[in-house]
């Protein structure tokens, strides 16, 4: 085929002794350097870390409280935490390696699909740095982001000429991974690597060493739920719940939340399957009968549906490595039937928008780390940096407020901080530590209502995630930002703990004065 690139030209180094990949995964690491001690939101991450380090301190996943996610993001959290600790440096330290081996593999990915190293090493560095910044976080996106890229250069191998089974066991078990963490996109990756390897070169035995693979995660995960007596719930609580309640609430245009300096993001997957349908329309048969091509299609539509049901900005970026493999592929094929002057336009207009979504970001996220001002916030788990302001302003005074409380105080954090009780040491005494409407059930409202009049001495209360404008704004498919159990759990929050100790625009800590009776619920 005279537009299909040779993936395995003989000019190239191997992959492990690539100097490109190791400066991928170097620039990576500059990258997200400067983020290392940055906290944007109270959000999303203190859900795995607030759960990995109750499971460090022996409260078994599911059955001792309520996730919605699979176990794998806070089992893999929790053994680093064993191993290098629980503190910020520590889990931001995984964070960054998470990112750099991300980075890597998708310029492994891109050079297997194309042969192509300076546009496989161009993807790459333009994914680490538009993507990075305020989310060098411990993510389970993130650590399905690493295992799909690690899975997308398996496949890719096991179609060359040799290691066949090797890099089919390696697909299936990053695969596999991946399904534990985040189950939609692991599920839709190992769909496309069996369809990949069924129809490619002796698909009896890649088959097999692929499906071994993908058992070999699930097994361990499962394993371990059924030796903490949490099999069944778990289950329950990371399969059948998210269908019926997450889900819901979480549906918003593709693309939403991106701005004209994030836009190349947003269109990556678009202009992909573009110049994926010229490059068929241009090759014809030949095209689909080219085993890389399909896998590498295969993957692409992998990412894009696992955008879904949340296609924004940030989910898109947690996929792009799934279609970096076809860009790389079709753009290389595509510019080899252009003649030298096209191709060398062609080229460089690419290059220039690379650099233009690069520079923005450097300036508008990296530069403004490195040049301040900042404001450091003490807490438990080590000093925490974001720009000055009235969240931080209003962060670093809780902080203090809680430090200020008696070791081993009872808390309950609301509705959407579980980085509090990470970082403020401080023990969560509810089950559940994520209360949405309509996510968050009318009998989990009220179990958590008995549970904190019962237990809890002091309350922390997230104003802005307490407002409906505000849910409404994330959540525009919620249904109801204000229904009867929030008002209620609500009200009965301010009558138990009705002494005022600390309030801000954003946080309020309130103190029980008089014994807690679940009649309040």
Request: proline content about 7%; some cysteine; glycine content about 10%.
């Amino acid at each position: 085929m005279a537009g299909l690139p040779d993936a395995d030209g003989r000019s190239d180094p191997p992959l492990l002794r690539d100097p490109l990949l190791w400066a991928v995964a170097l620039i990576a690491v500059a990258v997200c350097l400067p983020f290392f001690r940055y906290v944007q939101w109270l959000g999303d991450e203190g859900v795995v870390l607030h759960g990995a380090e109750r499971v460090v301190h022996g409260q078994a996943l599911y059955r001792d409280f309520f996730e919605f996610l699979p176990p794998g993001s806070f089992l893999i959290v929790a053994a680093w935490m064993k191993l290098v600790g629980v503190g910020f440096a520590s889990v931001r330290a995984l964070a960054i390696g998470v990112t750099a081996a991300t980075a890597a593999l998708l310029y492994a990915g891109a050079r297997l699909s194309s042969g192509n190293r300076p546009l496989a090493a161009l993807l790459a560095v333009t994914w680490a740095v538009v993507s990075q910044g305020a989310w060098t976080v411990i993510s389970h996106h993130w650590f399905t982001t690493v295992a799909a890229s690690a899975s997308a250069a398996g496949l890719l191998v096991a179609l060359g000429h040799a290691g066949g089974g090797a890099g089919a066991f390696a697909a299936g078990l990053f695969a596999g991974t991946a399904a534990l963490v985040v189950p939609t996109r692991g599920g839709l990756l190992c769909v496309a690597v069996v369809a990949v390897l069924l129809a490619g070169p002796r698909p009896r035995a890649r088959l097999a060493s692929a499906l071994g693979g993908m058992a070999v995660f699930p097994a361990a995960m499962l394993l371990h739920l059924a030796a903490t007596g949490a099999l069944a719930v778990g289950l329950y609580d990371f399969v059948v719940f998210p269908a019926r309640r997450y889900a819901g609430i979480q549906g918003v245009p593709f693309g939403s939340f991106a701005g004209l300096h994030n836009a190349l993001a947003a269109a990556f997957f678009p202009l992909t399957f573009v110049l994926a349908g010229a490059f068929v329309a241009l090759e014809g048969v030949a095209a689909w009968r080219a085993p890389r091509f399909r896998a590498s299609l295969a993957l692409a539509l992998a990412g894009l549906l696992g955008t879904f049901p949340r296609p924004d900005l940030a989910h898109i970026n947690f996929t792009v490595p799934l279609a970096c493999p076809l860009f790389a592929l079709v753009t290389t094929g595509l510019l080899r039937r252009l003649g030298r002057p096209a191709r060398v336009a062609v080229g460089s207009l690419a290059i220039a928008l690379c650099c233009v979504a690069i520079g923005y970001a450097l300036t508008k996220k990296v530069l403004p780390m490195l040049a301040g001002p900042l404001r450091e916030v003490p807490t438990a788990r080590g000093v925490i940096v974001a720009p000055q302001g009235l969240w931080t302003d209003a962060v670093a005074a809780l902080v203090a407020q809680v430090d200020g409380t008696p070791p081993g105080a009872a808390f309950f954090f609301y509705p959407y901080s579980p980085m509090l009780p990470y970082l403020t040491g401080r023990r969560h005494v509810a089950a559940i530590d994520v209360m949405l409407p309509g996510y968050t059930t009318a009998e989990q409202y009220r179990e958590t209502c008995v549970r904190v009049a019962r237990e809890a001495l002091w309350v922390v209360i997230d104003r802005s995630w307490a407002d409906p404008r505000i849910l409404r704004a994330f959540f525009p498919a919620m249904r109801d930002a204000d229904p009867p159990e929030k008002r209620g759990f609500e009200a009965a929050l301010r009558l138990a703990f009705d002494d005022v100790v600390h309030a801000s625009r954003i946080f309020e800590l309130r103190r029980r004065t008089r014994t807690g009776s679940p009649v309040t619920c």
